[in-house]
Nanobody, 125 residues
Framework: QVQLVESGGGSVQAGGSLRLSCAVS????????MGWFRQAPGKQREGVAQ????????YYTNSVKGRFTVSQDNAKNTLYLQMSDLKPEDTGMYYC??????????????????WGQGTQVTVSS
């Protein structure tokens, strides 16, 4: 059974930082792609970042490049999203996602099979 549990969300002022964590319970014998997505009220879920668990290769959506960093701690089975210089437009529910294969060239919800329940991030101006 696959379980993804996010934590670390909260309310911050613009310019602040947060670190999200995703505790991963999933067996995989090969490459696994882990991703972070977010969804603002009334908007579609969008990809934020993804990382290959074997190569460490990362990919970010343009709006977060230079501000967000995705990383993993394989010993702790945990995925992280370090978010800095947060902006009000970063507000939303943040989800951790996984697939038992290599990362696709496109960061899209359709490529991910397993999802967490989400953690709320609110950035005030």
């Amino acid at each position: 059974q696959v379980q993804l549990v996010e934590s670390g969300g909260g309310s911050v002022q613009a310019g602040g930082s947060l670190r999200l964590s995703c505790a991963v319970s999933m067996y995989s014998s090969g490459d696994t792609c882990m991703g972070w997505f977010r969804q603002a009220p009334g908007k579609q879920r969008e990809g934020v970042a993804q990382i290959s668990t074997t190569t460490g290769e990362t990919y970010y959506t343009n709006s977060v490049k230079g501000r967000f960093t995705v990383s993993q701690d394989n010993a702790k089975n945990t995925l992280y999203l370090q978010m800095s210089d947060l902006k009000p437009e970063d507000t939303g529910m943040y989800y951790c996602a996984a697939r038992r294969s290599s990362c696709a060239n496109v960061l899209a919800t359709i490529f991910f099979i397993y999802w967490g329940q989400g953690t709320q991030v609110t950035v005030s101006s």
